[in-house]
């Protein structure tokens, strides 16, 4: 008689509250590990076998690929389409997660179909992965779940995440070009202290002669580079990463945020990307029905901005006391007059939401008129840098050979 020997598996598994549970439990296989899983009333979502004491489940969660704004953009245009074409939501989301070519959202789809089988409303499905979909789309989907309109809430969504993106894409390409010139001089002025300069060093040596300044300064700036550079690639490194953990804790964003408006020709980009995003999306959501108060907490977390978002904390503080949306909003330096005008004036004629669109559609135009400008400024700026950095270097290289020549044709000519 053969005797079967339980394997001990690490499982997680949803229960009917929403809630993810983990833990282990032994099972003659997977398949019955999943059955007991189900009979102990939890959705399965992973059930991984330990293995020796030595294995353990590793979280491989940071090689995920992202969902952008492009991936939400698509579904939420395609689930409206269907949608709007009378499929039921649970056949939707069946197909959006079949087709979906991002690994991480149809993983993620695949969990939101499991959720609406078993009676939850696709908002309440969606707000359980909090890193896949914004709060604006769930706050927006809730919306058109209660008002019956889920498809054009849908719509909604789409097209602001196509503004959105596209926002990004002209401000990343604009900025992509001036970036690898950077980053082509920093790697000529290592490549020159690294293997370069020290060759002349050595034959500045053999001449016995006293160095000018700046070929001194390039000579020991050479001679520590081999302890610098391993260092200075550390430091990036962990700063690099501990910048991509931190950067969307609060007590980061209200040290760094501030600074970042108060730059140079850049703060007021920022400035001028974070207001697109808060009138384009506080139009969406008023449209859409969604409850002012509602809408200006949410807009402020999807500002991109501490600055913005706590100034629309404080004027949701008096539109909760009362107050109109304008007058609060005028008392924060970082809305322009013109920006709290035209909210004004829709409030008094019953048209927020077209005023915030026109709004959103000036300071889109601003924002590209001023990307553009940026890159033609930017450009010749950091090609004569270039030439500066890299001249100077072989200039100051060459000034001890032009002082020996220059004192040998002296001694010849007395």
Known sequence: MTTITPTTFLYKGRGADGKVTKGRLEAPNEGMATARLMQMGLTPLSVTETGSGLNREINLAFLKKRVGLKDLAVMSRQMATMAGAGLSLLRTLTVLADQCENPTLRETLQQVVKDVETG????????RHPKVFPPLMISMVRAGETGGFLDSALETVADGFEKDAKLRASIKSAMTYPMVVLGISLIAVVIMLTFIVPIFAKMFASLGSKLPLPTQIMVDISHWMPYILPVLIVAIIAGTMWWNRNKHEPMVRSKVDPILLKLPVFGML?????????????????????????????????????????ALDRVAKS??????????????DVFPPMVTQMIAVGEDAGSMEIMLEKIAEFYDSEVEAMTDALTSLI???LIAFLGVVVGGMIVALYLPIFQITTAVQNSAGS
């Open 120 to 127: 939850s409303s696709l908002s309440e499905s969606f707000a």
């Open 270 to 310: 920022i400035g001028k990307i974070a207001i697109a995003r808060f009138a384009r999306n506080f139009a969406n959501m008023m449209a859409a029905g969604v409850p002012i108060l509602t809408g200006l907490r949410i807009v402020g977390e999807t500002s991109g901005n501490w600055v913005i978002e706590n």
């Open 319 to 332: 539109v909760r006391q009362g107050k109109s949306v304008a007058a609060p909003l005028a008392d924060e």
């Open 379 to 381: 450009e010749p700026l």
